[in-house]
Each structure stands twice: as structure tokens, then as C-alpha cells.
T-cell receptor
Framework: AQKITQTQPGMFVQEKEAVTLDCTYD???????LFWYKQPSSGEMIFLIY??????QNATEGRYSLNFQKARKSANLVISASQLGDSAMYFC?????????FGAGTRLTVKP | EAGVAQSPRYKIIEKRQSVAFWCNPI?????LYWYQQILGQGPKLLIQ????????DSQLPKDRFSAERLKGVDSTLKIQPAKLEDSAVYLC??????????????FGPGTRLTVL
């Protein structure tokens, strides 16, 4: 069974600095997709970024980039120039076949 | 474009009562998902539909939970009877087509259920 691990329950970052949120995964499949979602206190899950297992380049979406290291089975999210509105829970997720599994999440707090 | 709609947003019931949640996916999305998110955890997939057919319901507690998507558009998730451990946020998500491409899932605001 696939497994997603987020080892950082909580992270703090100073406003305008960059922060990396860790995610490792375990799968025996060659074809899979990795996702990051943001969940603010309002509760809605907001899609941030996607990386396919066959994508040769790291995905980027505005201030978000995904540091994909396939051999190490890691898919870390990098947020550049943090803003106060980035304070939220962040979930890493993997789709393998039809299933979707989420990690336990990391709570990011941006300090002014 | 309208997002995924869910209702109600909040529900409080007593154990052994029944409850139903409603979800309307993004227009044109063939795939619909129901997740359960217990406080402090990531979402756990309960069931997924492709149009009006069930693709995966392996983690749905079928003795008390049921879900349907009769016309392949909106869906209802029911719990009968509810237990204390069912207290959670129930998230609905939809995606364009499970069988294609990146198949990004877009989530609704969720229904927060409290079972007393």
C-alpha cells in the first residue's frame, strides 16, 4: 500500500523568507502523481501544485515549486517569499492508480 | 466557474441518529470523491464515483455509511446510525476524469459533523 509521510507537524517562517515542507512517499508503481494542497482555517482544500512521476522537470506554480527527487522518493514543497496568508495546513498527497492518499499535514505559521 | 458545492456546512446530531450530506461537483466533472477528515489528520478517501458508477468504496464502512450519485452529477453521503467517532469534516471533491491526465481534484468547503 502506498504511504505518504510528512515529518514536520509544524513549521515557522519569517515573512518574505522561503520555506521547505517535506514529503516522502512509498510506492512500488512506476506511474503516479504527487499533489500539494493548502488548507486554511476555513477548511477548504486548495490545490497548489502537481508533479507526475515521469515529469523530468520540477513543477512550479508562481511562488510554489516542487523539489522532486524520484530516487529518494521525496516531493518537497518550496514556498518562496512567504506571506502572512500562507499560514495554513499543507498536505502532500499521492495518486497511484485510482486511489488518493494524503499525508498527516504540516502546519505552517508565517511570522510578521 | 462555480466550485464544488456542499451542504450543510455544519451539522450536530446525537449518536444513533442519521444524517445526510449533499455535494454538487464542478460542472462537467465526471469523477466525484467523498473524504472523511478527522481533526488533526489528512483526508481519508471513503468512496469515488466515475459518472454514476462506484470506482472504489473499499474504505467506506458499509454497515453505516452509504453514498449514491444516481444521475452522475450530484451526490449524497448518508450515515445511519451515527457513532461518536464519525465526528469529522466530510469533504467532497471532483475531477475532470479519473482516467485522464493529471486528474487534479478540486474540493468543496466541507461539512463539519459533530456527533454528541
Amino acid at each position: 500500500a502506498q504511504k505518504i509521510t510528512q515529518t514536520q507537524p509544524g513549521m515557522f517562517v519569517q515573512e518574505k523568507e522561503a520555506v521547505t515542507l517535506d514529503c516522502t512517499y512509498d510506492t512500488s508503481d512506476q506511474s503516479y502523481g504527487l499533489f500539494w494542497y493548502k488548507q486554511p482555517s476555513s477548511g477548504e482544500m486548495i490545490f497548489l501544485i502537481y508533479q507526475g512521476s515521469y515529469d523530468e522537470q520540477n513543477a512550479t506554480e508562481g511562488r510554489y515549486s516542487l523539489n522532486f527527487q524520484k530516487a529518494r522518493k521525496s516531493a518537497n514543497l518550496v514556498i518562496s517569499a512567504s506571506q502572512l496568508g500562507d499560514s495554513a495546513m499543507y498536505f502532500c498527497a499521492m495518486r497511484e492508480g485510482h486511489g488518493m492518499r494524503f499525508g498527516a499535514g504540516t502546519r505552517l505559521t508565517v511570522k510578521p | 466557474e462555480a466550485g464544488v458545492a456542499q451542504s450543510p456546512r455544519y451539522k450536530i446530531i446525537e449518536k444513533r441518529q442519521s444524517v445526510a450530506f449533499w455535494c454538487n461537483p464542478i460542472s462537467g466533472h465526471a469523477t466525484l470523491y467523498w473524504y472523511q477528515q478527522i481533526l488533526g489528520q489528512g483526508p481519508k478517501l471513503l468512496i469515488q464515483f466515475q459518472n454514476n458508477g462506484v470506482v472504489d468504496d473499499s474504505q467506506l464502512p458499509k454497515d453505516r455509511f452509504s453514498a449514491e450519485r444516481l444521475k452522475g452529477v450530484d451526490s449524497t453521503l448518508k450515515i445511519q446510525p451515527a457513532k461518536l467517532e464519525d465526528s469529522a469534516v466530510y469533504l467532497c471533491a471532483s475531477s475532470l476524469n479519473l482516467l485522464k491526465g493529471t486528474d487534479t481534484q478540486y474540493f468543496g468547503p466541507g461539512t463539519r459533523l459533530t456527533v454528541l
